[in-house]
């Protein structure tokens, strides 16, 4: 699929993509080679990181883990926080055709967010800001946020595929 969003005519976000930190950690996440953590972190998904409710127990487990906004903030804390980072895209990955990029600031159009986020063949409007999905989650503490997004999302998704992966408007 040919590169249609907005972001790909910024200069700052192309070169972004090039960082080489930000390429092994999307390695490291396709390899798998995180996830293997989750056995520890999310018992109960037993090593089937991807199945349906993927997304709604790992959640819960996030929130236990990090329970208020001074644990999401705190340094010690980054590596675990990453890896639910790595698990919500991923999903995105696995099973809706996305793809990590790695989003950066841009003043003119109001972009304050950095990290990883994922590209939508379906949308050439915005990209989804999933370093930003733990911290959301843990300030509305509702322990479905991050499965209600995937949903919604798949059923875009399906809809694109339905109607033959047009290019987006």
């Not at 040919?2 to 390429?23: C, H, I, L, T, Y």
């Not at 590596?79 to 919500?88: N, W």
């Amino acid at each position: 699929m040919e590169m249609a969003g907005w972001w790909w005519s910024r200069p700052n976000f192309v070169a972004a993509q090039k960082d080489e930190s930000f390429q092994a950690w999307v390695t490291m996440i396709e390899l798998g080679f995180d996830l293997c953590e989750f056995d520890d972190l999310v018992p109960e998904l037993e090593g089937d990181y991807y199945r349906d409710d993927a997304l709604l127990v790992a959640e819960k487990h996030f929130l236990r883990l990090f329970p208020d906004r001074a644990t999401v903030k705190a340094k010690e804390n980054t590596h675990t926080y990453l890896l639910f980072v790595g698990l919500i895209g991923h999903m995105y990955v696995h099973h809706l055709e996305c793809k990590w990029v790695n989003q950066v600031k841009d003043a003119e159009y109001s972009i304050t967010e950095v990290g990883p986020a994922i590209e939508q063949p379906w949308n050439n409007r915005m990209l989804l800001s999933v370093i930003a999905s733990p911290r959301v989650a843990a300030i509305r503490h509702e322990g479905n946020l991050w499965d209600f997004t995937f949903r919604n999302n798949r059923k875009n998704y399906l809809e694109w595929v339905e109607q033959g992966r047009p290019e987006p408007k």
